[in-house]
T-cell receptor
């Protein structure tokens, strides 16, 4: 069982749809991440939120819009996606307490949302 | 900047045999090193991490890894594998930033 919960597990959407992916953690972690993983490839970083503020955007197209409503929740809003956006979308969190070495905190991943864009 | 190289894309091995999955990293600063495992249709699970101290790190499921600074390596080992160890294994490196950088992965296939 994972301590990072992602919903839905599977999502099929058309190119004109608007949908959202949700991620929740209750470990008190203050950094949350979105990764995209294509088949047989490593995860690629999309966004990082630190203390509910966007700290990294890896030049992701604007059809992906992240949101961090509070320290436990992370959303990814999807609009006008393309078929090549079909992938496994992974959410992760890490402790990253202020004053501690940032890189030492391992990331905890959810099981992902399998997205298919038709 | 940091980078990670996993030299083997696939490693086939028979059950109960030992296995080593290779990982080399490159960085101009001190780094933290991690191994993650991904089972089919699941997310990534942390196997072990090297932060500092002893260079031999023990993780879950009987895996261990050795940090070698002079060879910039962090190879993963298990003395006796099981069928259930069949999965994708990712080595990852992180400096003192938010970014966790993954290697390309090694597919471990355990045969009976």
């Amino acid at each position: 069982d994972t301590e990072v919960t992602q919903t839905p597990k599977h999502l099929v959407m058309g190119m004109t749809n608007k949908k959202s992916l949700k991620c929740e953690q209750h470990m008190g972690h203050r950094a949350m991440y979105w990764y995209k993983q294509k088949a047989k490839k490593p995860p690629e970083l999309m966004f990082v939120y630190s203390y509910e503020k966007l700290s990294i955007n890896e030049s992701v197209p604007s059809r992906f819009s992240p949101e961090c409503p509070n320290s436990s929740l992370l959303n990814l809003h999807l609009h006008a996606l393309q078929p090549e956006d079909s992938a496994l979308y992974l959410c992760a969190s890490s402790q990253d307490k202020k004053g501690l070495t940032l890189g030492a905190s391992p990331l905890h991943f959810g099981n992902g949302t399998r997205l298919t864009v038709t | 900047a940091q980078s990670v190289t996993q030299l083997d894309s696939q490693v086939p091995v028979f059950e109960e045999a030992p296995v080593e999955l290779r990982c080399n990293y490159s960085s101009s600063v001190s780094v933290y090193l991690f191994w993650y495992v991904q089972y089919p249709n699941q997310g990534l699970q942390l196997l072990l991490k090297y932060l500092s101290g002893s260079t031999l790190v023990k993780g879950i499921n009987g895996f261990e890894a050795e940090f070698n600074k002079s060879q910039t390596s962090f190879h993963l080992r298990k003395p006796s594998v099981h069928i259930s160890d069949t999965a994708e294994y990712f080595c990852a490196v992180r400096g003192n930033t938010d970014k966790l950088i993954f290697g390309t992965g090694t597919r471990l296939q355990v045969f009976p």
